[in-house]
């Protein structure tokens, strides 16, 4: 366990200076299990701020017409998330209307 390999690869958690976003509190990113899960609009704008060229968009949640981009969105999401089991993507999919 003592190889300078291993300490060279295996590091340990590392600190943040930034604040960790949550889904409680006035600044969060994420919305509560309750609220249907997945991130806030805010959220969104924040995470394409630090990572340039990210086509990250929030969920479709209104009335689509059939075969319009946002209705392909909706059907892909629907499509990838059909084995979500846990309590926030199964929130996320009432959401998006799956």
Known sequence: MNSPL??????GPTKSNEPRRTTKG????FRTAKEG?????????EYRRKNPG?????AVTGKVKPGSKA???RKSFCAR????TGER???ARRR???
């Open 89 to 91: 993507g199964k929130a």
């Open 37 to 45: 899960a997945g991130m806030t609009e805010k959220g969104v704008k």
């Open 54 to 58: 990210s086509k990250l968009k929030t």
């Open 26 to 29: 006035k600044g969060r990113n």
């Open 81 to 84: 998330s059909k084995g979500w």
């Open 6 to 11: 291993l300490k060279k690869y295996c590091k």
């Open 96 to 98: 998006w209307k799956c």
């Open 71 to 73: 209705a392909k969105r």
